[in-house]
């Protein structure tokens, strides 16, 4: 018998737990809170802008770095955070900030080197860091007294040798709607200039934090401009996931380093969808400030409503999502309940011990996405509430 044709560091990468679950949302005409995308469109000032320029002609290959309008558009948005960053040698436009991850991990790692992955973990971070070849070293995160979850330092210190190169950091926090306090951020940028690491920031929710919380980049404390690759997307910013109009903003040479992985990648995608994404970045963040708003109610509504129907429901300070623990409900095993629940109460949600190592220690919890309309989201909980 042949070999199977998969590479053997891209096996465990076969299927998404996304794909099975949205395959059993469809076969029991579930409401569906597994994947995280929004049910309505982004600013209508965008969606024009983006028709103009398909109609207008913008229908060829935009410039490889990205169009001059939408990196000068990201580089007056980055300031908000009190830093700039050259659009001609600092910024480079990706295909989502998925491509932008994959791409600084294979530009900058590779066989033998470590990278330190925080779980629970966004699901392309494990195959990006085994396209690139690298070893992905886990850290956790850890309960502050008050229910909080924050990162596990002590584990970073540890996990810390001489084969680390980067450590992918992302905050706002996919699953758990950790917001990571600047205390801890200000000991992973010492740590990283310590140890000379280069930092990969996944911010791709930095304008969905809720009661106040702050997004602070990794790349504004001491050390760490110089180190740090920034990346963001419009994604969930502007309800455009299906755009995957992407960025980096890092040093002339982490910009030219991941370039040269992006450009034999995807060369360049969504041309005429970028100087929508730059309109958006200009004139719609007002448009992205009720997002938030509307985000934060409705965060509440869907995890009262989980309350109600018996989950103990954990705080989320961002994103788009919230967990819950099944254990109240009579379950151990989450995914246990995921599996059946689709068919039983009629909603999908998936596992988050699907995106660990150590599916024992997460696998009492739930993530939910509440970036549906209110209607779906009541429907849901409707629905939970039989549950018991
Ligand atoms: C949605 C998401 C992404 C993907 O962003 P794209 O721009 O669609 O590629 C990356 N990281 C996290 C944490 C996400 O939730």
């Known amino acids: 018998m ?15 737990v996304f794909a099975e679950m949205t395959a059993l949302a469809v076969r029991h005409d579930a409401v569906n809170l597994g994947q995280g995308f929004p049910d309505t469109d982004g600013p209508a000032g965008m969606l024009e802008t983006a028709k103009n320029s398909l109609f207008g002609g913008d229908n060829q290959y935009p410039p490889g770095p990205g169009r001059p ?3 000068a558009a990201i580089g007056r948005h980055r300031q908000r955070y009190g830093a ?7 910024i480079l436009v990706t295909a989502g900030a998925t491509e ?5 991990l294979i530009a900058l790692t590779e066989a033998g080197d470590e990278v330190i992955v925080v779980e629970p973990y966004y699901d392309s971070y494990a ?5 690139a070849g690298a070893r992905r070293r886990v850290i956790g995160l850890v309960e502050t007294g008050n229910g909080q979850l924050e990162l596990d330092l002590d584990a970073l210190r540890d996990a810390i040798n001489p084969k680390t190169r980067a450590v992918l950091l992302n905050s706002p926090h996919n699953p758990t709607g950790t917001v990571f306090s600047r205390g801890q951020l200000e000991e992973v940028a010492r740590l990283c200039v310590e140890h000379d690491l280069i930092a990969v920031t996944d911010e791709v929710y930095e304008h969905l934090v809720f009661d106040g919380a702050e997004h602070l980049p990794l790349a504004s404390f001491p050390g760490m401009r110089e180190r740090t690759v920034a990346i963001s997307s419009a994604g969930k910013t502007f309800n455009c996931t299906g755009w995957k109009i992407g960025w980096i903003c890092s040093t002339p040479e982490l910009v ?33 400030e009720n997002l938030r708003v509307s985000l934060q109610e409705k ?4 995890s009262a409503g989980l309350a109600d129907a018996g989950f103990a429901v954990r705080p989320s300070a961002g994103t788009y999502f919230v967990t819950a623990d099944v254990r109240p409900l009579g379950f151990e095993d989450a995914a246990e309940l995921a599996w059946t629940l689709p068919e039983r109460a009629g909603v999908a949600a998936v596992p988050v011990k699907v995106f660990t190592d150590h599916p024992d220690e997460w696998k009492h919890l739930l993530r939910f996405a509440f970036c549906k309309r209110n209607e779906v989201i009541d429907e849901a909980v409707e629905r939970l509430r039989k549950l018991v």
Request: without cysteine; negative net charge.
């Open 69 to 71: 309008e939408l990196r």
């Open 127 to 131: 195959a990006a860091v085994a396209m």
């Open 2 to 16: 042949r070999e199977p044709a998969l590479v053997p560091r891209l096996r465990p990468f076969t299927s998404t």
């Open 100 to 104: 932008a991850i994959a791409a600084s």
């Open 84 to 90: 700039s960053y050259d659009p001609d040698t600092e």
């Open 299 to 302: 965060r509440d509504r869907l």
């Open 256 to 288: 030219a380093a991941v370039k040269a992985a992006k450009q034999f990648i995807t060369f360049v995608s969504g041309g005429p969808l970028q100087p929508a994404v730059a309109y958006a970045l200009d004139n719609e963040l007002e448009w992205v």
